[in-house]
């Protein structure tokens, strides 16, 4: 499918106010994050189209907090599923569901990334007409299917779409964790391989946001072979010399991380984030002691060589903008919407007519 | 055999019987030939009965057999000049992943798999065949020295899954088997793969990404053990076999769902009585296979290795 997401409208770029970068770097300084944006390293520029807040809360008036619980239904509090500390759910909703306590990142939904990660309005599903079916007949998997479906806006474990991060035209897919817990079945599969089919045909790079307990098991060995189908795709991105981006978010576990969460050219974590292969439960089972602090988590893997770096949730645009110009990836033009049928933008490898 | 199912029991019943009858006949110098005959046929017709009528639970203890032969029992009797290569070049060798260079009617090939022991020592030695990451790493090193050389390669898959413990973590269980995932999907040379028996999850399918996958008739296949399922499922591990039947595990079942492209026929009573049949049954179909992939161009093969993975799933829209 050539994409025409690019003529589709005017691209708002929103500034941060001064209270939001405020906001920022309290976070981080509480989260005692010590790669800050002030930092050589990743330079300020980039945050000025961080989303905006009243954007951002617009968007996800739909979405369901995840963790943190509100102390009651229509309090206007949200305590901190780790720490439980109490923060207003405005506040709670502006730093991205992370706590100025303790650092914890909070889980959110699909449309709720989407809205901290794309400039405004730039978002455009990919294959959200494929749903999950139930193709062993597995007993209770259609009315969960139908729970989920109620209860999730993405409609399956993934979400995938086209858009612009700070001006940058990406393909991205952002894993559901309200939906059956991410599970990877043959709907979320397809989901992840149309978008990598999308990004090939229009030299994109993909971003993909990991968040899943695992293979759906009630789909039997068609959940596996998704495993396979995801990496069958990525290989073909990968020889295109597309760049893949792979980002670990809380949990992290079982076929997906044996698959294209480990994928990645470069594969980046939120703090604190589970991430393994096997669960921990079937790992103190198996070797009956229990398991070191610490172990499994996003850190753990940094350290053991699997994971590049640890990104802050309130960093994570910033960062993930300058590695897709580190690739080579430039702003579409801003004003591209309103000139003619055909607009010429700049891709890897020279120029690709958008049209 | 010491190792006997509960549905194998009458035919070993009636077997015995036969036997007993034939050496009383030899002791008395009688001739009992009729009735060791009549009872022949009775055990040929309850070994059919049992072996078409096999449940998925049934399927999974056959599959998990200590008398099933092994990997190396099919690469010893179906390969020539075989010869072990062994390490991941990084870190060690891992013992329940073989695998080296062989020949198939004179054509060079890789060769590997899973390796459960033929007895306790020998499966302690090789972590009951659950691989930790050095031996997908391993897998992975042999697969990209067979393109390199233009060798095709063909996989034996057994194990009832890639291993869960601390090292395996530490050392990227998870990255080990996407490498080969990716790796395998992209594999410039005809990859082969059998399922000779447990064919667990994500360590099965670590080596098992091929242009052409076969079962053998009573091996299994799935996203989780039975037990795990079960566990999950009904917070109790014992209904393993309700959970082996509703997951649709057993060769006819995944070659259904379009996952398999043969089923490899074990003689009736199962291939850890008859492995030398089971074997040579399975290097048929090896050798078939593999001259029909060498006869594709590179570009083709790929290609269709790519739609076959393309098109699995089932979904709406």
Same mark, same amino acid.
């Given at each position: 499918m050539k994409l025409d997401f690019l003529k589709r409208k005017k691209w708002v770029r929103l500034e941060l106010s001064s209270q939001d970068v405020r906001e920022a770097a309290a976070i981080r300084e509480a989260a005692g994050?010590? %790669?800050?944006?002030?930092?050589? *390293?990743?330079?300020? =520029? +980039? @945050?000025?189209?961080? @989303?905006h807040s009243e954007g951002l809360s617009h968007n996800i008036?739909?979405?369901?907090s995840i963790t943190a619980?509100?102390?009651? =239904? /229509?309090?206007d509090e949200a305590a #901190?599923?780790? #720490?439980g500390a109490i923060h207003s759910k405005q506040r709670w909703e502006r730093s991205f569901k @992370? #706590?100025? %306590?303790?650092?914890k990142h909070g889980r959110i939904s699909s449309p709720e990334r989407v809205a901290q990660l794309m400039?405004?309005?730039?978002f455009s599903p990919i294959a959200k007409e494929v749903t999950s079916v139930d193709p062993l007949a597995f007993p209770g998997y259609q009315e969960k299917l139908d729970k989920a479906m109620l209860k999730s &806006? *993405? /409609?399956?474990?993934v979400l995938s779409g086209t858009g612009l991060i700070d001006g940058i035209p990406a393909a991205l897919f952002i894993m559901e964790p309200d939906f059956m817990m991410g599970s990877l079945g043959s709907a979320a599969g397809e989901r992840i391989t149309r978008l990598v089919e999308t990004a090939i045909e229009n030299r994109l790079p993909v971003i993909g946001f990991c968040a899943s307990g695992? +293979?759906?098991? %009630? &789909?039997g060995i068609l959940s596996l072979m998704q495993m396979a189908k995801t990496s069958a795709a990525l290989g073909r991105l990968s020889a295109e010399g597309l760049p893949y981006i792979a980002v670990l978010t809380d949990p992290t576990t079982g076929g997906v991380t044996a698959s294209y +969460?480990?994928?990645?050219?470069v594969i980046l974590a939120e703090p604190g984030a589970l991430i393994g292969f096997a669960g921990q439960r079937v790992i103190e089972q198996t070797i009956r002691q229990s398991l070191p602090e610490?172990? %499994?988590r996003a850190e753990f893997l940094v350290e053991k060589g699997f994971v590049d770096r640890i990104v802050h949730r309130v960093e994570m645009k910033a960062v993930l903008a300058k590695l897709l110009r580190l690739h080579g990836f430039a702003p579409a033009?801003? &004003? *591209?919407?309103? +000139? *003619?049928?055909s607009t010429t933008v700049n891709v890897k490898g020279g120029e690709a007519h958008v049209s | 055999m010491s190792h006997k199912l509960d549905f194998e029991k009458p035919i070993f019943e009636l077997e015995e019987k036969i036997q007993g009858l034939r050496q009383f006949a030899e002791d008395n110098d009688l001739d009992l030939s009729a009735e060791v005959r009549k009872l022949e046929d009775k055990v040929s017709e309850l070994r059919r009965e049992t072996f078409s009528g096999l449940s998925a639970w049934d399927c999974v203890r056959l599959a998990r057999h200590p008398g099933r032969p092994t990997t190396l029992d099919f690469i010893e009797g179906i390969f020539d000049d075989f010869i072990e290569l062994k390490g991941d070049r990084a870190y060690s060798d891992d013992p329940a992943m073989v695998g080296g260079l062989a020949t198939l009617e004179g054509v060079p090939v890789t060769v590997l798999g899973h390796q459960k022991g033929r007895d306790t020592l020998e499966n302690i030695r090789r972590n009951f065949g659950m691989p930790h990451p050095e031996g997908y790493r391993k897998a992975l090193r042999l697969m990209q020295q067979a393109e390199k050389f233009g060798r095709p390669v063909v996989t034996f898959i057994d194990t009832a899954g890639a291993y869960c413990g601390l090292g395996a973590e530490e050392r990227g269980q998870g990255h080990a088997i996407a490498s080969n995932l990716i790796a395998m999907a992209g594999l410039k040379v005809p990859v082969i793969s059998v399922v000779i028996g447990e064919g667990g999850s994500g360590g099965a399918l670590g080596i098992g990404v091929a242009d052409r996958v076969a079962m053998l008739s009573s091996a299994v296949y799935s996203v989780i053990s039975p037990e795990g399922l079960s566990s999950i499922l009904?917070?109790?591990?014992?209904?393993a076999s309700e959970a082996a039947a509703v997951m649709k595990m057993t060769a006819r079942d995944i070659e259904a769902l379009g996952v398999i492209d043969a089923i490899i026929e074990e003689p009736l009573g199962g291939a850890h009585r008859h492995q030398a049949q089971t074997v040579e049954a399975a290097g048929k179909w090896i050798k078939e296979t593999l001259g029909d992939l060498r006869a594709l161009p590179l570009e083709t093969l790929l290609e269709k290795r790519y739609d076959k993975y393309r098109g699995m799933g089932q979904y709406e829209g």
């Open positions: 994050l010590s %790669q800050s944006l002030s930092t050589p *390293a990743i330079t300020t =520029p +980039a @945050v000025t189209s961080t @989303v008036k739909t979405a369901r619980a509100p102390k009651d =239904p /229509g309090s #901190c599923p780790d #720490c @992370v #706590c100025d %306590q303790c650092g400039d405004q309005g730039t &806006e *993405a /409609g399956d474990a695992g +293979a759906r098991m %009630q &789909e +969460a480990m994928l990645g050219d610490g172990f %499994q033009l801003a &004003e *591209a919407t309103s +000139a *003619a049928a | 009904w917070k109790d591990a014992t209904k």
